[in-house]
């Protein structure tokens, strides 16, 4: 499994960022890569009050699995 981990603040501050993530089941972290930004407008559209300052593809954290 993939995890798409991005870091998402409140658009005009810093302050309020928080961590959130999309996870896929079957999916390479190269085509992860290539679908985020995709992916990561969709999440923003559904969010307009959000902005994302970062975001990376890994193996999904065996914290989050359970």
Known sequence: MIELVFIACISGTRADCREHSLIYTEMT????MHGAQPALARWVETHPNWRIARWSCQPLR???SI
């Open 29 to 32: 972290p190269m085509v992860c």
């Open 62 to 64: 065996r914290e989050r």
